[in-house]
Each structure stands twice: as structure tokens, then as C-alpha cells.
């Protein structure tokens, strides 16, 4: 009950949009994915969904590959757009039946799941009214319900908070906690208040390319703890994963400064782990052809605010 992207790259013509990421979100945990607009969030999610075929690379859903297996992994994955494509002269019930058709589900089984979506994203008063008089917030509730309607593995959310008041914020984002706990689900956005609210992890994407791979109290300031971290430029001959890399040893995240070059910060407690970067690159059978300790840093300052932290990665 996970998805792996692997190596994953898009391109348009001669744009390319998502250039090598890799990535995992795992069961039970929210995955922020992170970037400014035109990053490559959406074209990566659409990918991840089966809704556009990748370049290059691998999305795996539950062991499953998407490019393979497409119609099976549609059946595991709940997909909310960025712009909720909604049938506005529907009621509420109606179109959630309709949905569940699609999903194969038919009598009292469609009637149960209908009737337990309703109930789950707060539908109750409103599963008699046409979706086109419903609020923003509730029109939210209804792609969640439609996302879910099929109970799939992995729910996949691209921006679903947008333009919502406070209220309405602070009601989806205790439904998505709600079903996360049974659930795989890769949250999109761009506004850092969600993330701190809602992630375990954080992916920030900029330009196609995965600048963090980290979890998100790893990225919160610290400021009972001032311990000096090292940060270490490495290059290779070839492009490495970014989450290969973040399984050395004292790795706490990696940020991409090229197409083969690398910036390793380190937790305050693993000491010098430069030797461990050369054993992982005679493991892996890379080429290690420079290596150097660029600075020390507190953890305080690295992780000021996740704000800061996505603007200095993502304003070039």
C-alpha cells in the first residue's frame, strides 16, 4: 500500500517538465509535495495516476507498474484534481452513485458506500442539493468523496485547500488526517501552512528537479538544540537518485546543485561522515569524483522556517 516513483521524467516537445525524480510516500503518512507554480507537481501526479504516460522511469501503486497495469491501478489510487471536475446539475447522492457505477459497484454495496462517504466528509445535509449551490469547501468535500467512493490504497490530492476560508481549511484538513491513518496520500500544494499542519514528509520539487527529500520535523527549527551540522558537496560522473543518497548513514537530507552534483546535510549526531559517502559509492559502483566539506550549519538556522527553506531552494 505505497507509491514509488522511480528515476521519473516528462518531457513536452524539448520542455522538459520533470527531469529523474524518485520518491516514495508510504502507508499511513501524508506526503507533502511541494514546489512554486510550473514546478512539475501536477504533471507528476497525472503521471502517478495513469492520466499521462511517463517519458522515462517507473511509478509503482501497491507493487503494481502504472504503465502496465493501468486499469488495476486506477482501481487503488483516489485522485482529486487541482481543478475539481464536478457535473454541477447533479445532486450530491446522485453523482456519487454515478461514480460508484463507474467503479463497478452495484444495489446495496452502492448504496453502503454512498451512504458511508456521505457520512465521512460531513455530506449529510447537503447530499439532497445540486453540486452547482454548494460552497467551495463543500464542492471539496464532494471530489473527496468521489476520490474515495472506490476505497482505494493511495489518494492522491493536487491542492485541494485552495481558496477555501479558515473553517473550511480547518475541516479538510481533519478529514484528510482522518483518512490517512488506513491510507497512503500525496498532498500537493504550494502554501507552507498546510504542510506544517497536515505532512509527515516533505518533497519540494523545483523546475522538474527534487531539491528536498525529507521528513518534516527534520526540517522544523529546533531551537533547544544548536548541535553544528556538517554539510558536504559531493559530484559524481552520473546522476544519482536523491533518495539513494539519503540512505548513507547520518544523511538527514540532499539538495540537488546540478545534474550531478549533490549538497548532503548530516545529523548533528552521526560526527564526519564523509567516509561513509566513499563506502556508499564503491557499493553502488559510482565514480565519486569530487567531495568536499562546504560549511557547518545549525539545525535552527537550516530549518528557520519551511518557508524560508522553499524559497531559498526554489527562487532561481
Not at 518531457?11 to 506526503?31: C, D, Y
Not at 502496465?68 to 447522492?93: C, F, Q, T, W
Not at 465521512?120 to 464542492?139: A, D, F, P, V
Not at 546540478?258 to 549526531?269: C, N, S
Amino acid at each position: 500500500m505505497s507509491l514509488k516513483v522511480k528515476d521519473l521524467s516528462k518531457v513536452f516537445g524539448k520542455q522538459v517538465v520533470v527531469n529523474h525524480i524518485s520518491f516514495e510516500a508510504r502507508p499511513g503518512e501524508i506526503l507533502g509535495f511541494l514546489g512554486p507554480n510550473g514546478a512539475g507537481k501536477s504533471t507528476t501526479m497525472k503521471v502517478a495516476t495513469g492520466y499521462l504516460p511517463p517519458s522515462s522511469g517507473t511509478v509503482v501503486v501497491c507493487g503494481e507498474d502504472v504503465v502496465e497495469n493501468s486499469l488495476a491501478i486506477r482501481r487503488k489510487i483516489g485522485y482529486l484534481p487541482e481543478h475539481n471536475p464536478l457535473y454541477l446539475d447533479m445532486y450530491v447522492h446522485e453523482y456519487l452513485r454515478f461514480i460508484g457505477s463507474m467503479y463497478k459497484l452495484k444495489g446495496g454495496a452502492l448504496k453502503e458506500r454512498v451512504g458511508a462517504m456521505i457520512d465521512l466528509c460531513g455530506l449529510t445535509w447537503e447530499q439532497n442539493k445540486k453540486i452547482g449551490s454548494l460552497s467551495k469547501g463543500y464542492r471539496q468535500r464532494v471530489g473527496l468523496a468521489q476520490a474515495l467512493i472506490h476505497d482505494p490504497q493511495v489518494l492522491i490530492l493536487d491542492e485541494p485547500t485552495t481558496g477555501l476560508d479558515p473553517n473550511q481549511l480547518s475541516e479538510i484538513r481533519r478529514l484528510i488526517k482522518d483518512i490517512s491513518r488506513e491510507k497512503t496520500v500525496v498532498f500537493s500544494t504550494h502554501i507552507m501552512q498546510e504542510v506544517q499542519a497536515l505532512c509527515d514528509r516533505v518533497v519540494i520539487i523545483n523546475r522538474g528537479n527534487i531539491v528536498i527529500n525529507s521528513a518534516l520535523k527534520d526540517l522544523r527549527p529546533d531551537r533547544n538544540h544548536k548541535q553544528l551540522h556538517q554539510v558536504i558537496e559531493v559530484e559524481f560522473t552520473l546522476p544519482v537518485n536523491e533518495s539513494l543518497l539519503q540512505q548513507i548513514p547520518g544523511i538527514a537530507s540532499v539538495e540537488m546543485l546540478g545534474a550531478q552534483k549533490y549538497k548532503l546535510y548530516t545529523k548533528a549526531e552521526s560526527g564526519d561522515v564523509r567516509p561513509e559517502v566513499f563506502r556508499f559509492a564503491c557499493k553502488h559502483d559510482l565514480i565519486l569524483v569530487g567531495m568536499r566539506l562546504s560549511e557547518y550549519h545549525k539545525k535552527h538556522e537550516f530549518g528557520s522556517s519551511l518557508e524560508e527553506i522553499f524559497r531559498s531552494l526554489t527562487l532561481n
